[in-house]
């Protein structure tokens, strides 16, 4: 079950299934929402201990520099749906050219908080200290750039970070 909230942790541990929290949309419940849920859990004919992973936006570049500037594209794609003025994913050039106001500093600086960001190294150690905190077993990453491209990358990045290797299957 995926949730943002205590209600959803309490739900996925009553009914004894696995419980994703979504990091990406609240990250400021996830230690309490795990923990709630690992304390709760029944063991049911699915699941006979608790599972947490952990969805996280993540935008992973060659340099930090890169990925904050790849990142504010998406963050102006999920200010400008909050203002009802979405029009898709911005590019880099146009997020980066905006002008904001004070509130929407804060809503970008609130996104920040949200998302694991960075080179290779930068996502490595947070993906790690994020794993530590709320014991999750697992993560599930979305990568959301204006560039395919882009987006193809960070993943590979993250594959290289992370001990993935490219398999023959």
Known sequence: MLGSSLESASMAAEFGVPYSF???INEAWAGEAITLYRRIFRPSPWLEEPRVSVGVSVICAD???RAEELAMSRWMWRLRNRQGRS???PSVESALAEELNEAEREYIDFQRKN???GGPERVKERMEALAAELK???FIVVT???DFA?????YELLAEVV???ERDE
């Open 87 to 89: 029009y898709g994913v």
């Open 150 to 154: 882009d987006r193809l990358r960070s």
């Open 136 to 138: 999750a077993d697992e």
């Open 63 to 65: 340099t930090d520099e």
């Open 115 to 117: 998302a694991l960001v």
């Open 163 to 165: 001990g993935l290797e």
């Open 22 to 24: 979504a990091h990406f």
């Open 144 to 146: 959301i750039t204006y």
